[in-house]
Nanobody, 123 residues
Framework: QVQLVESGGGSVHAGGSLRLSCVVSAEIFSINNMGWFRQAPGKQREFVAGITVGGSSTYKPPVKGRFTISRDNTKNTMYLQMDALTPDDAGVYYC?????????????????WGQGTQVTVSA
């Protein structure tokens, strides 16, 4: 059974920080590149950051330099450290397996999504 469990969201003021976590089924996590996705109110879900099995990271420009993605392969867990948050960063954050190659950059691969974790940033 697929397990994608996000946590760590909350409500912060602009400039604040949050650390998100995503626990993933071991059989999925160990062999796949992973990504964080965000869905803002009234908008489609979008790719935010990704990390390869080996730990190489990639970011969409708006978050580069402020967000740090990491993974702990011994705990089947991925993290997203979010610093210098702005109201534009708000939304529900999800994790999923992600394509990170140039042709399918940022495309989620699993049809299943977890419940997500809400991030609220006040100005």
């Amino acid at each position: 059974q697929v397990q994608l469990v996000e946590s760590g969201g909350g409500s912060v003021h602009a400039g604040g920080s949050l650390r998100l976590s995503c626990v993933v089924s071991a059989e999925i996590f160990s062999i796949n590149n992973m990504g964080w996705f965000r869905q803002a109110p009234g908008k489609q879900r979008e790719f935010v950051a990704g990390i390869t099995v080996g730990g190489s990271s990639t970011y969409k420009p708006p978050v580069k330099g402020r967000f740090t993605i990491s993974r702990d392969n011994t705990k089947n867990t991925m993290y997203l450290q979010m610093d210098a948050l702005t109201p534009d960063d708000a939304g529900v954050y999800y994790c999923n397996v992600a394509r990170l190659n140039r042709g399918d950059y940022g495309v989620p691969l699993l049809k299943y999504w977890g419940q997500g974790t809400q991030v609220t940033v006040s100005a």
